[in-house]
Each structure stands twice: as structure tokens, then as C-alpha cells.
């Protein structure tokens, strides 16, 4: 495997925990009641995770030609499955330190309160004081929360499947069209560039969806019709959507490249 290879392996494991830490701000929101500053931290996290796997396209490019002229797919291939392992494994390291991030997310939220501005921000969370109360926000999953996974008759299984279907699109996206350009070297441009609009789609799909649906439920919590521990159960199972999306990219891989060929043969 090449520098390139390696890069995006690591690139998009560190992305991808990014965009499930994401949604420690949620419960940031609902704890210190700071919905909109914790809505923002969300956004701009979401957005990196959303936008940035299209780094994958240019850094893979040499591999795919190399591929194409070589006549050599099933390398391709294994290599992608890897990169969609990486996802896998970004997920759950990310559902792990959330604990960790909820602490930390919290102490961002009511510095921001005191600092209201995002470099000074950013300064102080690299300070020797912003260091040590990282040190200090350290922590492991409780039991009680991965319980709450036996309750699985009180989740919203529907917004639970969407938030399924579109992450695994929206992993196997860039990959499947740059797959589908070895499957037809002829139309490589037209595949190539369609990943872009497969991922376009997916993130329409989860901001109609899925962050509605998180916003409402947020509103829920600060008016009283739900509690905290129903929201924590609702990101808990969001969360699980994630690494269940990502486990079924693998599968959506080869049928989603040879898809996106007749699409660009009928173009």
C-alpha cells in the first residue's frame, strides 16, 4: 500500500470520530441548557465529518488509475473494504469517548459563555489549565447507559433506520464511484464525478430527517415532555445507527458501484 493509502486510512478514521463525537453537544445542549452555542459546536462538527470525506477522491485517484490500467480490481476492492473498516472502527472508538467528549463539550460550552469568542476559545482549550480539565473529563461509559440498549421498544426505530441507510451511503459514496470508474473505464469521469451528487443526497437526507428529528426532541427535554434519560437513549441508539451504517457500507459497496454504471452509461 502506498503513503496515500495510509493517509486515508488515517484521515478518515480521525473524521469520522469526529462526526460521531459530534453529537456529544447534543447532550451538552440539553444539560446546561445552552442550545444554541451547543447546536453550533454540532453544526461545525457535523459539517467537517459531512464534507470532508471528499479528500478520499483526489488522494485515491493514482490508486484507481493504477488499477485501471493494470486490470487489477480486487485490489482496489480489498483496499476500500479497509477504508470502510477504518469507519467501522472511527464509530465505536467515537461512542467510547463520548463520555470523555460530553465533559469536554461541557466545558467548552460555558468557557465560550465567558471567552464569546472562538480563537480565544481554542487558545485557552491548549492551555496548561485547558489541558488539565481534559485530563480531568476522562471517563468510561456507565453501565446504566449501555442498558439503556435493552429498551429498544421505546427507540424511534424509523429515524433509527434512515440514520442507518443514509451513513452508509454517504461511506460508501466517494468509494463506490471511484470503484464503478474501474468497473467501466470508459465512463471513469462521468462515475467519478457522481459521487459527489450520491453524497449530496445523503446529507439532504439526514438534515431533512435526522436533525430535525434530533431538534424536535431536544425541545422536548427543555419544555419537560421528555426526559434526559430518554434523549441520552435516543443518541445512544443514533450513535449505534452509525457503526450499523458503516458494517452496512461493506455490503452497499459493489452493488452501489455497478449502480452508478448504468447510471452514467444511461446519462
Known amino acids: 500500500m502506498t503513503l496515500q493509502i495510509y493517509l486515508v486510512f488515517i484521515l478518515t478514521f480521525i473524521i469520522y470520530i469526529i462526526g460521531t463525537l459530534a453529537y456529544s453537544a447534543r447532550i451538552v445542549g440539553v444539560k446546561t441548557g445552552r442550545i444554541a452555542v451547543a447546536s453550533a459546536v454540532f453544526n461545525v462538527f457535523v459539517l467537517i465529518q459531512r464534507t470532508a470525506n471528499t479528500i478520499q477522491a483526489p488522494l485515491l485517484g493514482k490508486t484507481v488509475d493504477n488499477s485501471i490500467n493494470t486490470g487489477q480490481t480486487s485490489s482496489l476492492l480489498y483496499i476500500f473494504r479497509w477504508i470502510i473498516f477504518s469507519i467501522t472502527l472511527a464509530t465505536i472508538a467515537g461512542s467510547i469517548l463520548m463520555p470523555t467528549f460530553i465533559r469536554v463539550f461541557n466545558e467548552l460550552v460555558v468557557s465560550f459563555s465567558v471567552y464569546r469568542s472562538l480563537p480565544k476559545l481554542i ?18 461509559p456507565k453501565k446504566e447507559n449501555l442498558y439503556e440498549l435493552r429498551n ?20 460508501v459514496s466517494i468509494l463506490s464511484a471511484l470503484y464503478a470508474a474501474c468497473l467501466s473505464p470508459n465512463l471513469r469521469t462521468t462515475c467519478s464525478t457522481l459521487s ?69 452509461k444511461l446519462l
Open 123 to 140: 487558545f485557552h482549550a491548549f492551555s496548561k489549565s485547558g489541558i488539565e480539565q481534559f485530563r480531568n473529563s476522562i471517563s468510561i
Open 152 to 171: 429498544f421498544s421505546k427507540t424511534p426505530r424509523k429515524v433509527m433506520l434512515l440514520n442507518m441507510i443514509a451513513f452508509s451511503v454517504s461511506s
Open 196 to 264: 459527489s451528487v450520491i453524497n449530496s443526497i445523503s446529507t439532504i437526507f439526514m438534515v431533512i430527517f435526522i436533525d430535525p428529528y434530533l431538534s424536535m426532541v431536544t425541545d422536548d427535554v427543555i419544555r419537560g415532555d421528555c426526559t434526559e434519560l430518554e434523549f441520552n437513549r435516543c443518541i445512544i441508539f443514533i450513535v449505534v445507527g452509525l457503526i450499523m451504517g458503516s458494517i452496512l457500507a461493506q455490503f452497499m459497496l459493489v452493488p452501489a458501484s455497478k449502480l452508478i454504471v448504468v447510471i452514467a
